[in-house]
């Protein structure tokens, strides 16, 4: 059955290390998500993308991460370099039609540690 | 100042019980969101709702445009729905609630 996958499932890393997430929405989806989930914060939006095009990276640090689409199958979160605050479950999800509105259908996650 | 604001945040029930858990917000929005949150972590999306009412098997997910507020009902309760219940909602941003643990004891 159709599902969103993430690469890897866990990360830890020592800090200053570059960590690359990826991700692949359902085939046909052209809407992904990147988010992330700590227990301090809950759930946060770090950005999204449209036809490969970001729309809104604006809940996403700059100076560090950087998120992009290289084709239309793969999806990449990218921390350089790497804080212990970074240590979140990353969480790709993606939207049937490219509507922002409808069912997003989530990743199982990447649950990264920073040392 | 939190945009979203769930309650509960933590709730007991016994198997059987119904369920309410009720979702304010303060911004204007297109859709509003109900996750779920399995303990082992996984997020299924259960509604997506911009007006009235839907339902979905035992979950019934409604929506106050005008009031700015959402509940999601769990009828006859089993411990199967034990989880954390994210709202959210969509419009120039989007933004969550922190969730509400609800635990159904058999």
């Known amino acids: 059955d159709a599902r969103v996958t993430q690469t890897p499932r866990h990360k830890v890393t020592e800090m200053g290390q570059e960590v690359t997430m990826r991700c692949q929405p359902i085939l046909g989806h052209n809407t992904v998500f990147w988010y992330r989930q700590t227990m301090m914060q809950g759930l946060e939006l770090l950005a999204y993308f449209r036809n490969r095009a970001p729309l809104d990276d604006s809940g996403m640090p700059k100076d560090r991460f950087s998120a992009e689409m290289p084709d239309a199958t793969l999806a990449t979160l990218k921390i350089q370099p790497s804080e212990p605050r970074d240590s979140a479950v990353y969480f790709c999800a993606s939207v049937l039609r490219g509507s922002a509105y409808n069912e997003q259908f989530f990743g199982p996650g990447t649950r990264l540690t920073v040392l | 100042k939190n945009e979203v604001e769930q309650s509960p945040q933590n709730l007991t029930a016994q198997e059987g019980e119904f369920i309410t858990i009720n979702c304010s917000y303060s911004?204007?929005?297109?859709?509003l969101h109900w996750l779920q949150q399995h303990p082992g972590g996984g997020i299924v999306s259960l509604f997506m709702l911009s007006s009235g009412k839907k339902k979905h098997g035992r979950l019934i997910a409604t929506i106050n445009i005008q009031e700015k507020h959402s509940s999601l009902h769990i009828t006859a309760s089993h411990p199967r729905d034990s989880a954390v219940y994210i709202c959210?909602?969509?419009?120039?941003?989007?933004?969550f609630g922190t969730g509400t643990s609800l635990t159904v004891i058999p």
């Open positions: 959210a909602v969509t419009g120039n941003q989007f933004y």
């Open positions: 911004v204007g929005i297109s859709a």
